[in-house]
Protein backbone atom coordinates (compact mmCIF):
# COMPACT_ATOMS: atom_id res chain seq x y z
CA UNK A 1 0.00 0.00 0.00
CA UNK A 2 1.42 3.35 -1.02
CA UNK A 3 0.89 6.39 1.57
CA UNK A 4 0.12 9.59 0.38
CA UNK A 5 3.87 10.43 1.24
CA UNK A 6 5.14 7.93 -0.80
CA UNK A 7 3.30 9.38 -3.98
CA UNK A 8 4.52 12.83 -3.11
CA UNK A 9 8.22 11.43 -2.99
CA UNK A 10 7.83 9.78 -6.58
CA UNK A 11 5.95 12.78 -8.03
CA UNK A 12 8.86 15.10 -6.80
CA UNK A 13 11.42 12.71 -7.94
CA UNK A 14 9.87 12.60 -11.69
CA UNK A 15 9.69 15.85 -11.37
CA UNK A 16 13.65 16.32 -10.54
CA UNK A 17 14.43 13.90 -13.79
CA UNK A 18 15.13 15.51 -16.72
CA UNK A 19 12.97 15.11 -19.45
CA UNK A 20 14.52 15.52 -23.32
CA UNK A 21 13.46 14.37 -26.89
CA UNK A 22 13.79 11.03 -28.53
CA UNK A 23 16.83 10.48 -30.79
CA UNK A 24 14.19 10.67 -34.07
CA UNK A 25 12.82 13.68 -32.29
CA UNK A 26 15.92 15.35 -32.44
CA UNK A 27 17.02 13.82 -35.88
CA UNK A 28 13.81 15.22 -37.05
CA UNK A 29 14.07 18.82 -35.81
CA UNK A 30 17.63 19.01 -37.33
CA UNK A 31 16.11 18.02 -40.30
CA UNK A 32 13.30 20.19 -40.72
CA UNK A 33 15.90 22.98 -39.53
CA UNK A 34 17.97 22.48 -42.58
CA UNK A 35 15.05 22.48 -44.78
CA UNK A 36 14.30 25.66 -43.56
CA UNK A 37 17.86 27.54 -44.06
CA UNK A 38 18.92 25.49 -46.85
CA UNK A 39 19.35 28.88 -49.03
CA UNK A 40 21.71 29.89 -46.00
CA UNK A 41 23.97 26.81 -46.06
CA UNK A 42 24.00 27.26 -49.66
CA UNK A 43 25.45 30.47 -49.55
CA UNK A 44 28.11 29.06 -46.76
CA UNK A 45 29.17 26.25 -49.28
CA UNK A 46 29.41 29.16 -51.91
CA UNK A 47 31.84 30.88 -49.36
CA UNK A 48 33.64 27.51 -48.42
CA UNK A 49 34.40 27.46 -52.23
CA UNK A 50 35.78 31.20 -52.79
CA UNK A 51 38.11 31.20 -50.07
CA UNK A 52 39.34 27.59 -50.88
CA UNK A 53 40.07 29.26 -54.49
CA UNK A 54 37.47 26.38 -56.33
CA UNK A 55 39.46 26.47 -59.71
CA UNK A 56 36.84 29.00 -62.12
CA UNK A 57 35.55 26.45 -64.86
CA UNK A 58 33.54 28.57 -67.82
CA UNK A 59 31.58 25.91 -69.05
CA UNK A 60 30.74 25.45 -72.51
CA UNK A 61 27.46 25.96 -73.78
CA UNK A 62 24.51 24.73 -75.97
CA UNK A 63 22.18 26.28 -78.64
CA UNK A 64 19.60 27.37 -76.25
CA UNK A 65 22.62 28.92 -73.55
CA UNK A 66 22.26 25.78 -71.21
CA UNK A 67 26.23 24.12 -70.60
CA UNK A 68 26.32 20.74 -72.71
CA UNK A 69 28.77 19.34 -70.11
CA UNK A 70 31.86 20.00 -72.77
CA UNK A 71 35.20 21.42 -72.12
CA UNK A 72 35.40 25.54 -74.05
CA UNK A 73 38.90 24.46 -74.64
CA UNK A 74 39.45 28.44 -73.49
CA UNK A 75 42.23 28.97 -70.87
CA UNK A 76 40.92 29.40 -67.56
CA UNK A 77 42.02 31.24 -64.87
CA UNK A 78 41.23 31.61 -60.96
CA UNK A 79 41.89 34.88 -58.83
CA UNK A 80 43.37 34.63 -55.20
CA UNK A 81 41.80 37.71 -54.12
CA UNK A 82 39.19 36.07 -52.19
CA UNK A 83 41.29 34.26 -50.04
CA UNK A 84 44.48 36.92 -49.74
CA UNK A 85 41.21 39.15 -49.13
CA UNK A 86 40.07 36.92 -45.90
CA UNK A 87 43.24 35.82 -44.75
CA UNK A 88 44.06 39.51 -44.22
CA UNK A 89 40.79 40.30 -42.59
CA UNK A 90 41.08 37.03 -40.71
CA UNK A 91 44.80 38.06 -39.34
CA UNK A 92 43.22 41.75 -38.07
CA UNK A 93 40.48 39.71 -35.99
CA UNK A 94 43.35 36.92 -34.46
CA UNK A 95 45.66 39.82 -33.79
CA UNK A 96 43.07 42.40 -31.70
CA UNK A 97 43.39 43.33 -28.28
CA UNK A 98 40.25 41.96 -26.66
CA UNK A 99 40.05 43.53 -23.18
CA UNK A 100 37.90 42.13 -20.36
CA UNK A 101 36.29 44.60 -17.77
CA UNK A 102 34.03 45.26 -14.88
CA UNK A 103 33.14 49.00 -15.01
CA UNK A 104 33.55 50.19 -11.91
CA UNK A 105 33.94 53.52 -9.61
CA UNK A 106 37.35 54.45 -9.44
CA UNK A 107 37.14 56.46 -6.51
CA UNK A 108 35.77 52.95 -4.55
CA UNK A 109 39.14 50.66 -4.44
CA UNK A 110 37.50 48.25 -2.53
CA UNK A 111 35.22 47.95 -5.36
CA UNK A 112 38.22 47.77 -7.98
CA UNK A 113 39.68 44.81 -5.96
CA UNK A 114 36.32 43.15 -6.50
CA UNK A 115 36.04 43.53 -9.80
CA UNK A 116 39.44 42.93 -10.69
CA UNK A 117 39.07 39.32 -9.32
CA UNK A 118 35.91 38.86 -11.65
CA UNK A 119 38.27 40.16 -14.76
CA UNK A 120 41.08 37.73 -14.21
CA UNK A 121 38.70 34.51 -13.71
CA UNK A 122 37.36 35.54 -17.37
CA UNK A 123 40.57 36.34 -18.50
CA UNK A 124 42.18 33.20 -16.85
CA UNK A 125 39.38 30.97 -17.77
CA UNK A 126 40.00 32.18 -21.30
CA UNK A 127 44.11 31.52 -21.14
CA UNK A 128 43.42 27.64 -19.99
CA UNK A 129 40.50 26.78 -22.76
CA UNK A 130 42.55 28.48 -25.40
CA UNK A 131 45.69 26.03 -24.07
CA UNK A 132 43.27 23.35 -24.36
CA UNK A 133 41.98 24.16 -27.66
CA UNK A 134 45.68 24.31 -29.38
CA UNK A 135 46.21 20.44 -27.79
CA UNK A 136 43.30 20.06 -30.19
CA UNK A 137 44.51 21.56 -32.95
CA UNK A 138 43.06 25.04 -32.87
CA UNK A 139 46.18 26.70 -32.90
CA UNK A 140 44.90 30.35 -33.17
CA UNK A 141 42.74 29.54 -30.18
CA UNK A 142 39.48 30.90 -29.46
CA UNK A 143 40.12 34.30 -30.79
CA UNK A 144 41.75 33.00 -34.05
CA UNK A 145 38.52 30.66 -34.40
CA UNK A 146 36.31 33.35 -33.85
CA UNK A 147 37.90 35.49 -36.58
CA UNK A 148 37.67 32.40 -39.07
CA UNK A 149 34.32 31.58 -38.68
CA UNK A 150 33.25 35.58 -38.58
CA UNK A 151 34.53 36.13 -41.96
CA UNK A 152 34.29 33.11 -44.07
CA UNK A 153 30.48 31.33 -42.48
CA UNK A 154 29.58 34.41 -41.38
CA UNK A 155 28.55 33.04 -37.94
CA UNK A 156 29.92 32.60 -34.44
CA UNK A 157 28.83 29.27 -32.68
CA UNK A 158 29.87 27.03 -29.86
CA UNK A 159 28.92 25.72 -26.55
CA UNK A 160 30.89 26.98 -22.73
CA UNK A 161 30.02 24.96 -19.90
CA UNK A 162 32.62 24.72 -16.76
CA UNK A 163 33.28 21.26 -15.95
CA UNK A 164 34.22 19.65 -12.76
CA UNK A 165 35.99 16.39 -13.52
CA UNK A 166 34.43 13.20 -11.63
CA UNK A 167 37.94 11.91 -11.02
CA UNK A 168 38.39 15.58 -9.09
CA UNK A 169 40.85 17.00 -11.00
CA UNK A 170 40.59 20.94 -11.29
CA UNK A 171 38.00 22.63 -12.63
CA UNK A 172 38.19 24.40 -16.17
CA UNK A 173 35.62 26.01 -18.64
CA UNK A 174 34.87 24.21 -21.74
CA UNK A 175 34.47 26.56 -24.71
CA UNK A 176 34.45 24.49 -28.11
CA UNK A 177 33.99 26.31 -31.26
CA UNK A 178 31.09 24.62 -33.75
CA UNK A 179 31.06 24.78 -37.26
CA UNK A 180 27.92 26.78 -37.92
CA UNK A 181 26.52 25.00 -40.99
CA UNK A 182 26.51 22.09 -38.46
CA UNK A 183 24.22 24.24 -35.89
CA UNK A 184 20.40 23.66 -35.32
CA UNK A 185 18.76 25.63 -33.04
CA UNK A 186 15.27 27.53 -32.49
CA UNK A 187 14.34 30.44 -31.00
CA UNK A 188 12.34 31.32 -27.99
CA UNK A 189 11.08 34.24 -25.81
CA UNK A 190 13.69 34.93 -24.23
CA UNK A 191 16.41 33.74 -26.81
CA UNK A 192 17.70 30.25 -28.16
CA UNK A 193 15.21 27.45 -26.88
CA UNK A 194 17.01 24.67 -28.31
CA UNK A 195 20.33 23.88 -30.12
CA UNK A 196 21.75 20.75 -31.41
CA UNK A 197 25.49 20.85 -33.10
CA UNK A 198 25.76 17.63 -35.58
CA UNK A 199 29.34 15.99 -36.36
CA UNK A 200 30.28 12.97 -37.64
CA UNK A 201 32.46 10.56 -36.21
CA UNK A 202 33.58 6.73 -36.69
CA UNK A 203 32.35 3.90 -34.80
CA UNK A 204 35.78 3.78 -33.56
CA UNK A 205 35.51 7.70 -32.12
CA UNK A 206 32.53 6.60 -30.66
CA UNK A 207 33.21 3.59 -28.48
CA UNK A 208 36.22 5.45 -27.31
CA UNK A 209 34.24 8.53 -26.32
CA UNK A 210 31.07 7.34 -24.88
CA UNK A 211 32.26 3.85 -23.98
CA UNK A 212 29.41 2.23 -26.00
CA UNK A 213 30.21 -1.59 -27.12
CA UNK A 214 27.79 -1.60 -29.57
CA UNK A 215 26.28 0.27 -32.15
CA UNK A 216 22.64 0.16 -33.48
CA UNK A 217 22.75 0.76 -37.70
CA UNK A 218 26.36 -0.67 -37.67
CA UNK A 219 28.21 -1.48 -40.97
CA UNK A 220 29.89 -4.98 -40.14
CA UNK A 221 31.65 -5.04 -43.37
CA UNK A 222 33.26 -1.85 -42.42
CA UNK A 223 36.22 -1.43 -39.79
CA UNK A 224 35.56 1.13 -36.83
CA UNK A 225 37.74 3.73 -39.13
CA UNK A 226 35.54 3.22 -42.11
CA UNK A 227 31.73 3.13 -40.39
CA UNK A 228 30.79 6.86 -40.00
CA UNK A 229 27.33 8.02 -38.08
CA UNK A 230 25.80 11.11 -37.49
CA UNK A 231 26.18 12.37 -33.84
CA UNK A 232 23.65 14.92 -32.55
CA UNK A 233 25.19 17.07 -29.45
CA UNK A 234 21.40 18.33 -28.11
CA UNK A 235 21.38 21.49 -25.65
CA UNK A 236 18.17 23.16 -24.11
CA UNK A 237 17.76 25.07 -21.15
CA UNK A 238 18.12 22.59 -18.40
CA UNK A 239 19.85 19.04 -20.15
CA UNK A 240 22.41 18.31 -23.04
CA UNK A 241 22.01 15.22 -24.03
CA UNK A 242 24.20 12.56 -27.22
CA UNK A 243 22.59 10.47 -29.66
CA UNK A 244 22.74 9.27 -33.01
CA UNK A 245 19.73 8.77 -35.12
CA UNK A 246 18.82 5.26 -33.53
CA UNK A 247 20.90 5.35 -30.08
CA UNK A 248 21.57 7.91 -26.83
CA UNK A 249 25.12 7.68 -26.76
CA UNK A 250 24.96 10.20 -23.35
CA UNK A 251 21.83 10.03 -21.43
CA UNK A 252 20.05 13.29 -20.72
CA UNK A 253 22.16 15.31 -17.24
CA UNK A 254 21.56 19.05 -15.99
CA UNK A 255 24.20 21.33 -17.63
CA UNK A 256 23.91 23.21 -14.70
CA UNK A 257 23.94 26.35 -16.12
CA UNK A 258 20.85 29.28 -15.93
CA UNK A 259 20.70 29.71 -19.47
CA UNK A 260 21.39 27.77 -22.59
CA UNK A 261 25.53 27.57 -22.48
CA UNK A 262 25.64 28.19 -26.35
CA UNK A 263 25.91 30.84 -28.30
CA UNK A 264 25.24 31.44 -31.87
CA UNK A 265 25.91 35.08 -33.17
CA UNK A 266 25.45 36.10 -36.65
CA UNK A 267 27.64 38.84 -38.32
CA UNK A 268 26.05 42.04 -39.57
CA UNK A 269 22.87 43.88 -38.55
CA UNK A 270 20.41 42.31 -40.88
CA UNK A 271 17.25 41.35 -39.60
CA UNK A 272 15.58 38.75 -40.76
CA UNK A 273 12.59 39.29 -43.07
CA UNK A 274 9.40 37.55 -43.20
CA UNK A 275 7.64 38.03 -46.17
CA UNK A 276 3.85 38.25 -46.96
CA UNK A 277 3.90 35.29 -48.51
CA UNK A 278 5.42 33.11 -45.24
CA UNK A 279 8.90 32.59 -46.49
CA UNK A 280 11.38 33.31 -44.04
CA UNK A 281 14.66 35.44 -46.07
CA UNK A 282 17.65 33.80 -44.17
CA UNK A 283 20.20 33.66 -46.59
CA UNK A 284 21.33 37.18 -45.94
CA UNK A 285 21.41 37.26 -41.77
CA UNK A 286 24.74 36.61 -40.87
CA UNK A 287 27.11 37.25 -43.25
CA UNK A 288 30.71 37.10 -44.74
CA UNK A 289 33.34 39.68 -45.93
CA UNK A 290 32.16 38.47 -49.45
CA UNK A 291 28.83 39.86 -48.79
CA UNK A 292 30.02 42.77 -51.45
CA UNK A 293 31.87 40.95 -53.76
CA UNK A 294 30.20 37.46 -54.23
CA UNK A 295 28.81 37.97 -57.35
CA UNK A 296 32.27 40.10 -58.05
CA UNK A 297 34.48 37.40 -58.50
CA UNK A 298 32.91 34.77 -60.86
CA UNK A 299 32.89 38.56 -63.27
CA UNK A 300 36.96 39.06 -62.39
CA UNK A 301 37.79 35.14 -63.11
CA UNK A 302 36.08 35.32 -66.77
CA UNK A 303 37.50 38.59 -67.68
CA UNK A 304 41.09 37.58 -66.39
CA UNK A 305 40.16 34.45 -68.38
CA UNK A 306 39.67 36.30 -71.37
CA UNK A 307 42.31 38.15 -71.36
CA UNK A 308 45.06 35.16 -70.69
CA UNK A 309 43.19 33.39 -73.79
CA UNK A 310 43.60 36.45 -75.90
CA UNK A 311 47.05 36.64 -74.65
CA UNK A 312 47.88 33.33 -75.70
CA UNK A 313 46.41 33.56 -79.21
CA UNK A 314 48.28 36.85 -79.69
CA UNK A 315 51.81 34.94 -79.71
CA UNK A 316 50.17 32.68 -82.17
CA UNK A 317 47.83 34.05 -83.76
CA UNK A 318 45.46 32.54 -86.78
CA UNK A 319 47.14 32.29 -90.12
CA UNK A 320 45.15 32.48 -93.25
CA UNK A 321 47.28 31.01 -96.56
CA UNK A 322 45.28 32.24 -99.91
CA UNK A 323 45.97 29.79 -102.62
CA UNK A 324 45.00 29.65 -106.18
CA UNK A 325 43.68 25.64 -105.18
CA UNK A 326 43.69 26.21 -101.61
CA UNK A 327 45.92 23.31 -100.99
CA UNK A 328 49.25 24.97 -99.41
CA UNK A 329 49.65 24.73 -95.75
CA UNK A 330 52.76 25.72 -93.64
CA UNK A 331 55.04 22.59 -92.85
CA UNK A 332 57.18 24.01 -89.86
CA UNK A 333 55.46 26.68 -87.63
CA UNK A 334 55.56 30.62 -88.30
CA UNK A 335 56.18 31.98 -84.82
CA UNK A 336 58.75 29.95 -83.64
CA UNK A 337 61.87 31.40 -83.60
CA UNK A 338 64.15 30.79 -86.22
CA UNK A 339 61.85 28.58 -88.53
CA UNK A 340 62.04 29.30 -92.28
CA UNK A 341 59.27 28.67 -94.35
CA UNK A 342 58.99 28.88 -97.73
CA UNK A 343 55.59 28.84 -100.31
CA UNK A 344 55.23 28.80 -104.08
CA UNK A 345 54.91 31.95 -106.33
CA UNK A 346 51.39 33.53 -106.01
CA UNK A 347 50.70 32.46 -102.66
CA UNK A 348 49.27 34.66 -99.89
CA UNK A 349 50.26 34.44 -96.09
CA UNK A 350 47.84 36.61 -93.43
CA UNK A 351 47.67 37.18 -89.73
CA UNK A 352 43.87 37.13 -88.90
CA UNK A 353 43.60 40.13 -86.70
CA UNK A 354 42.40 39.89 -83.30
CA UNK A 355 40.45 43.36 -83.52
CA UNK A 356 40.27 45.32 -80.22
CA UNK A 357 38.69 42.49 -77.31
CA UNK A 358 41.65 42.45 -75.19
CA UNK A 359 41.60 46.57 -74.86
CA UNK A 360 37.66 46.20 -74.16
CA UNK A 361 38.68 43.07 -71.95
CA UNK A 362 41.23 44.88 -70.04
CA UNK A 363 38.96 48.48 -69.38
CA UNK A 364 35.91 46.18 -68.29
CA UNK A 365 38.07 44.45 -65.43
CA UNK A 366 39.34 47.88 -64.51
CA UNK A 367 35.96 48.46 -63.70
CA UNK A 368 34.94 45.48 -61.85
CA UNK A 369 38.78 45.90 -60.14
CA UNK A 370 37.57 49.49 -59.00
CA UNK A 371 33.80 47.83 -57.09
CA UNK A 372 35.84 44.69 -56.04
CA UNK A 373 38.08 47.34 -54.14
CA UNK A 374 35.00 49.10 -52.63
CA UNK A 375 33.61 46.02 -51.56
CA UNK A 376 36.51 44.69 -49.99
CA UNK A 377 40.06 46.36 -48.28
CA UNK A 378 42.21 48.25 -50.42
CA UNK A 379 45.48 47.08 -51.60
CA UNK A 380 47.41 49.48 -49.28
CA UNK A 381 45.74 47.33 -46.49
CA UNK A 382 48.49 44.55 -48.12
CA UNK A 383 51.54 46.58 -48.49
CA UNK A 384 51.14 47.44 -51.93
CA UNK A 385 53.09 51.27 -51.73
CA UNK A 386 55.54 52.64 -53.88
CA UNK A 387 55.31 56.14 -51.25
CA UNK A 388 54.77 57.40 -47.98
CA UNK A 389 51.17 58.13 -46.97
CA UNK A 390 50.19 61.06 -45.17
CA UNK A 391 48.02 61.15 -42.18
CA UNK A 392 45.17 61.82 -44.19
CA UNK A 393 45.26 58.76 -45.86
CA UNK A 394 46.11 57.28 -43.54
CA UNK A 395 43.38 58.01 -41.36
CA UNK A 396 41.17 57.35 -44.68
CA UNK A 397 42.64 54.02 -45.18
CA UNK A 398 42.35 52.49 -41.07
CA UNK A 399 38.33 53.66 -41.93
CA UNK A 400 38.60 51.90 -45.18
CA UNK A 401 39.70 48.99 -43.20
CA UNK A 402 37.34 49.04 -40.22
CA UNK A 403 34.31 49.75 -42.37
CA UNK A 404 34.90 45.82 -43.51
CA UNK A 405 35.90 44.61 -40.30
CA UNK A 406 33.64 46.72 -37.91
CA UNK A 407 30.66 43.83 -38.28
CA UNK A 408 33.69 40.87 -37.38
CA UNK A 409 34.06 43.01 -34.31
CA UNK A 410 30.82 43.51 -33.22
CA UNK A 411 29.85 39.96 -33.24
CA UNK A 412 33.19 38.50 -31.98
CA UNK A 413 32.46 41.67 -28.81
CA UNK A 414 28.73 40.25 -28.60
CA UNK A 415 29.99 36.12 -28.10
CA UNK A 416 32.62 36.79 -25.37
CA UNK A 417 30.11 38.86 -23.58
CA UNK A 418 27.86 35.72 -23.35
CA UNK A 419 30.61 33.27 -23.32
CA UNK A 420 32.44 34.70 -20.30
CA UNK A 421 29.46 35.87 -18.20
CA UNK A 422 27.46 32.73 -18.32
CA UNK A 423 30.50 30.70 -17.55
CA UNK A 424 31.05 33.13 -14.47
CA UNK A 425 26.94 32.86 -13.81
CA UNK A 426 28.01 29.22 -13.67
CA UNK A 427 30.83 29.30 -11.37
CA UNK A 428 29.09 31.48 -8.46
CA UNK A 429 25.94 29.73 -8.43
CA UNK A 430 27.01 25.79 -9.33
CA UNK A 431 28.73 25.12 -5.83
CA UNK A 432 32.18 25.09 -6.79
CA UNK A 433 35.43 25.05 -5.22
CA UNK A 434 37.56 28.30 -5.78
CA UNK A 435 39.53 27.82 -8.47
CA UNK A 436 43.22 28.46 -9.20
CA UNK A 437 43.82 31.01 -12.06
CA UNK A 438 46.60 32.30 -14.40
CA UNK A 439 47.36 34.48 -17.05
CA UNK A 440 48.05 38.16 -18.11
CA UNK A 441 45.34 41.08 -16.87
CA UNK A 442 44.49 44.09 -18.51
CA UNK A 443 48.06 45.59 -17.41
CA UNK A 444 50.11 43.22 -19.12
CA UNK A 445 50.86 41.70 -15.61
CA UNK A 446 51.10 38.34 -14.57
CA UNK A 447 48.85 36.68 -12.31
CA UNK A 448 48.42 33.63 -10.57
CA UNK A 449 45.57 33.57 -8.01
CA UNK A 450 42.91 31.58 -6.30
CA UNK A 451 39.61 33.38 -6.44
CA UNK A 452 36.52 32.08 -4.16
CA UNK A 453 33.43 32.08 -6.02
CA UNK A 454 31.30 34.20 -3.19
CA UNK A 455 33.87 36.85 -3.62
CA UNK A 456 32.77 38.02 -7.59
CA UNK A 457 29.01 37.41 -6.54
CA UNK A 458 26.42 39.95 -7.63
CA UNK A 459 29.00 41.92 -9.38
CA UNK A 460 28.34 44.08 -12.62
CA UNK A 461 28.70 42.14 -15.90
CA UNK A 462 32.23 41.63 -17.72
CA UNK A 463 32.42 44.18 -20.91
CA UNK A 464 34.48 43.22 -23.82
CA UNK A 465 36.17 45.86 -26.37
CA UNK A 466 38.14 44.29 -29.00
CA UNK A 467 40.66 47.09 -30.98
CA UNK A 468 42.16 45.77 -34.20
CA UNK A 469 45.69 47.42 -34.91
CA UNK A 470 45.11 49.54 -37.96
CA UNK A 471 47.04 51.65 -39.46
CA UNK A 472 47.30 54.97 -37.70
CA UNK A 473 48.84 58.69 -38.03
CA UNK A 474 50.31 58.93 -34.71
CA UNK A 475 51.61 62.33 -35.32
CA UNK A 476 47.91 63.75 -35.85
CA UNK A 477 46.74 61.62 -32.91
CA UNK A 478 48.99 63.18 -30.61
CA UNK A 479 48.62 67.30 -31.76
CA UNK A 480 44.92 66.78 -31.78
CA UNK A 481 45.31 65.23 -28.08
CA UNK A 482 47.29 68.66 -27.10
CA UNK A 483 45.01 71.21 -28.82
CA UNK A 484 42.21 68.84 -26.96
CA UNK A 485 44.27 69.23 -23.66
CA UNK A 486 44.91 72.78 -23.74
CA UNK A 487 40.83 73.75 -24.91
CA UNK A 488 40.12 72.44 -20.94
CA UNK A 489 39.21 68.50 -21.97
CA UNK A 490 39.81 65.49 -19.12
CA UNK A 491 42.16 63.47 -19.24
CA UNK A 492 39.80 60.25 -19.80
CA UNK A 493 37.98 61.85 -22.44
CA UNK A 494 41.40 62.73 -24.12
CA UNK A 495 42.92 59.08 -23.93
CA UNK A 496 40.04 57.47 -25.06
CA UNK A 497 38.44 59.25 -27.90
CA UNK A 498 42.21 60.98 -29.37
CA UNK A 499 44.42 58.41 -28.27
CA UNK A 500 42.21 55.14 -28.60
CA UNK A 501 43.81 53.48 -25.42
CA UNK A 502 41.74 50.53 -25.11
CA UNK A 503 41.55 50.92 -21.00
CA UNK A 504 41.99 54.43 -20.44
CA UNK A 505 41.29 53.70 -16.77
CA UNK A 506 44.35 51.87 -16.30
CA UNK A 507 46.09 54.22 -18.34
CA UNK A 508 45.54 56.95 -15.63
CA UNK A 509 46.13 54.44 -12.92
CA UNK A 510 50.01 54.52 -14.17
CA UNK A 511 49.90 58.70 -14.91
CA UNK A 512 48.62 59.22 -11.48
CA UNK A 513 51.43 56.49 -10.38
CA UNK A 514 54.00 58.39 -11.68
CA UNK A 515 53.23 61.76 -10.86
CA UNK A 516 53.44 60.45 -7.42
CA UNK A 517 56.63 58.82 -7.75
CA UNK A 518 58.12 62.24 -9.43
CA UNK A 519 56.36 64.82 -7.20
CA UNK A 520 59.35 65.05 -5.20
CA UNK A 521 63.50 65.11 -5.67
CA UNK A 522 63.00 62.47 -2.61
CA UNK A 523 60.71 60.13 -4.69
CA UNK A 524 62.64 61.24 -7.68
CA UNK A 525 65.91 59.22 -6.33
CA UNK A 526 63.97 56.66 -4.90
CA UNK A 527 62.26 55.12 -8.33
CA UNK A 528 65.39 55.91 -10.15
CA UNK A 529 67.55 53.86 -7.59
CA UNK A 530 64.67 50.75 -7.68
CA UNK A 531 64.91 50.91 -11.30
CA UNK A 532 69.17 50.50 -11.42
CA UNK A 533 68.54 47.96 -9.16
CA UNK A 534 65.91 46.04 -10.99
CA UNK A 535 68.19 46.40 -13.66
CA UNK A 536 71.35 45.00 -12.28
CA UNK A 537 72.98 48.55 -12.84
CA UNK A 538 74.70 48.44 -9.19
CA UNK A 539 76.90 51.20 -9.40
CA UNK A 540 74.46 53.72 -10.75
CA UNK A 541 71.93 52.11 -8.15
CA UNK A 542 74.80 52.90 -5.19
CA UNK A 543 74.40 56.48 -6.52
CA UNK A 544 70.92 57.12 -6.64
CA UNK A 545 70.90 55.71 -3.36
CA UNK A 546 73.91 58.52 -2.40
CA UNK A 547 71.25 61.03 -3.84
CA UNK A 548 68.48 59.51 -2.19
CA UNK A 549 69.96 59.83 0.99
CA UNK A 550 71.12 63.36 0.67
CA UNK A 551 67.40 64.50 -0.13
CA UNK A 552 66.29 62.95 2.67
CA UNK A 553 68.34 65.10 5.02
CA UNK A 554 67.69 67.90 2.78
CA UNK A 555 64.00 67.60 3.77
CA UNK A 556 64.98 67.04 7.57
CA UNK A 557 67.25 70.03 7.54
CA UNK A 558 64.52 71.96 5.80
CA UNK A 559 61.87 71.31 8.63
CA UNK A 560 63.88 71.44 11.45
CA UNK A 561 64.75 75.08 10.50
CA UNK A 562 60.93 76.20 9.43
CA UNK A 563 60.24 74.50 12.81
CA UNK A 564 62.67 77.04 14.71
CA UNK A 565 61.92 79.90 12.10
CA UNK A 566 57.98 79.49 13.49
CA UNK A 567 59.02 79.66 16.87
CA UNK A 568 60.97 82.42 16.68
CA UNK A 569 58.65 84.80 15.10
CA UNK A 570 55.81 84.20 17.37
CA UNK A 571 58.25 84.76 20.06
CA UNK A 572 59.44 88.06 19.09
CA UNK A 573 55.19 88.62 18.51
CA UNK A 574 54.03 87.76 22.44
CA UNK A 575 57.64 89.48 23.92
CA UNK A 576 59.16 91.57 20.83
CA UNK A 577 62.91 92.37 21.75
CA UNK A 578 65.17 95.45 20.15
CA UNK A 579 66.23 94.38 17.00
CA UNK A 580 70.16 93.45 16.48
CA UNK A 581 72.11 95.13 13.80
CA UNK A 582 73.69 92.96 11.04
CA UNK A 583 76.98 92.35 11.04
CA UNK A 584 79.42 92.05 8.34
CA UNK A 585 80.32 88.50 7.23
CA UNK A 586 76.88 87.01 7.50
CA UNK A 587 73.55 85.68 9.25
CA UNK A 588 73.92 86.43 13.06
CA UNK A 589 73.00 83.53 15.21
CA UNK A 590 71.17 83.83 18.37
CA UNK A 591 74.38 84.98 20.33
CA UNK A 592 75.07 87.89 18.47
CA UNK A 593 77.82 85.17 16.53
CA UNK A 594 78.02 84.60 12.71
CA UNK A 595 75.90 81.37 12.55
CA UNK A 596 77.75 78.05 11.31
CA UNK A 597 76.10 74.64 9.73
CA UNK A 598 76.33 71.65 12.31
CA UNK A 599 79.25 69.67 11.31
CA UNK A 600 77.50 66.45 11.87
CA UNK A 601 74.52 67.49 9.47
CA UNK A 602 75.02 67.38 5.45
CA UNK A 603 79.04 67.21 4.38
CA UNK A 604 79.30 63.83 5.44
CA UNK A 605 76.12 62.59 3.91
CA UNK A 606 77.36 64.60 0.72
CA UNK A 607 80.25 63.04 0.75
CA UNK A 608 78.92 59.63 0.57
CA UNK A 609 78.95 58.40 3.86
CA UNK A 610 75.67 56.85 5.34
CA UNK A 611 73.18 58.60 7.10
CA UNK A 612 72.49 58.89 11.15
CA UNK A 613 70.01 56.63 12.05
CA UNK A 614 66.68 59.37 11.65
CA UNK A 615 65.21 60.08 15.40
CA UNK A 616 61.44 59.68 14.97
CA UNK A 617 60.85 61.65 18.32
CA UNK A 618 61.67 64.77 17.86
CA UNK A 619 60.46 66.63 20.67
CA UNK A 620 58.53 69.85 21.81
CA UNK A 621 59.57 73.50 19.73
CA UNK A 622 62.12 75.19 21.22
CA UNK A 623 63.01 79.10 20.87
CA UNK A 624 65.96 79.75 18.74
CA UNK A 625 69.57 78.89 20.91
CA UNK A 626 67.84 77.06 23.49
CA UNK A 627 69.45 73.15 23.76
CA UNK A 628 66.92 70.52 23.25
CA UNK A 629 65.78 68.16 25.91
CA UNK A 630 68.38 65.46 26.34
CA UNK A 631 70.35 67.36 23.50
CA UNK A 632 74.60 67.40 24.01
CA UNK A 633 76.35 70.12 25.20
CA UNK A 634 77.85 72.09 22.56
CA UNK A 635 75.34 71.50 19.68
CA UNK A 636 74.26 74.19 17.60
CA UNK A 637 71.27 74.55 16.61
CA UNK A 638 70.32 75.35 12.86
CA UNK A 639 69.25 79.18 12.03
Known sequence: MTTDNGREQKQKKRQRRPTSPSPAQIQGRVESFNETYRTLHARMDDDMDLFNLKPNIEPSLDESGEPDGRDTGYKQITSNDPQTFANKAIALLSDAVCIKTVPSDKA?????SEHNNKERVAIGLGASNDERLRRLMYSEGLQGDMAFKSCVRGYIAGRHVLVK???GGPTFADITPWDPKRVSWAMGANGISWAVHTVNKTRGQIKEEYGVRTLEGSDETKSDDEDVFEVFDYYDGTINKVCTKDQVLKKATRHGSNNIPVHIVPVGATPIIVPLQGETEVARVG???YANNRDIYPKENLLLSILYELSS????????????DGSVTLDDDPFKSGSRISYPEGVQIEVLPLHDAAADTAGLLGLVNA???RGSLPSSAYGELQFTLSGFAINSLSQGIATVIKPMIKAMETAYYQIFNDLIDQYTSGGFDPIELTGHDNNKEWF???IDPKDIRDLPPIMVKISANLPKDDVSKMGMALNAKEFGLDDRTILEEYLEFEDPDQIMDRMKEQAGQRATPVAMAFQLARAAFAEGEMEMAAIYQRMF????????AQLMKDQNTAMGIIQQITN???????QPGGILGPNGQPARMDPRVAPNAVLGAPPPEPNLQQGPLVPPGQPRPGARNGASPLV
Open 371 to 373: MKQ
Open 576 to 582: PQPRQPQ
Open 165 to 167: PPD
Open 287 to 289: ESV
Open 448 to 450: SDT
Open 313 to 324: RSLRPVVIIRSP
Open 108 to 112: NRNAR
Open 549 to 556: EVEVLKQE
